[in-house]
């Protein structure tokens, strides 16, 4: 494992000395912890609360990047955008649809402040899927959520009533008790 961290950090660090590169979403959490290594300060990572996400999600994932991962991520949230987008679609195709254009949306409003903020536009965007790299064993193990999550398990408007927060009680405690 340590010969392969060692070149992935090489390639990395490849990228060019003064570039900058976004990195989003948990499953990146294996990549953005390789590029700190390799790029340290020129790593700017995004977490996205879509509103859709599983209950105290946020506050996990946070907590995790910074007491555990030492990352430097900005927490977007963007549940009213997501969710006011997702207000009486029922098709979760066009739930899918929906959220990966939001994302997309939210992904690009930050690299534009980001860009003000540096003077030059990122690099690139990395994301990777999860493997064991100094990432804690419990964040690892996690159930696998991907982006449109609990949308597509609602078959209905997912911003009518309080389905959302049934299905991340509901989902909570079912995952608790497998893992």
Request: hydrophobic share 40%; charged share 30%.
């Amino acid at each position: 494992m340590e010969d392969v961290t060692e070149e992935d950090i090489k390639v990395i660090t490849s990228v060019g000395p003064d570039d900058h590169v976004i990195s989003g979403g948990v499953d990146s959490t294996v990549a953005a912890t390789l590029d700190h290594k390799a790029i340290g300060d020129k790593l700017h990572c995004i977490f996205v609360d879509n509103g859709l996400l599983r209950y105290k999600e946020q506050e996990r994932v946070m907590g995790t990047f910074e007491r555990d991962l030492y990352l430097p991520v900005t927490c977007v949230d963007a549940s009213v955008q997501f969710l006011s987008e997702l207000k009486g679609v029922t098709d979760p195709d066009k739930k899918r649809k929906i959220i990966g254009m939001e994302f997309i949306s939210v992904f690009d409003a930050f690299s534009q402040d980001l860009e003000k903020k540096i003077g030059k536009k990122s690099t690139c965007l990395v994301q990777w899927t999860l493997r064991i790299l100094d990432v804690p064993m419990a964040f690892l193990k996690r159930h696998q959520f991907p982006g449109p999550g609990l949308a597509v398990r609602i078959p209905s408007d997912v911003t009518q009533g309080n389905a959302l927060d049934i299905l991340r009680h509901v989902e909570d405690e079912t995952l608790m008790t497998w893992f």
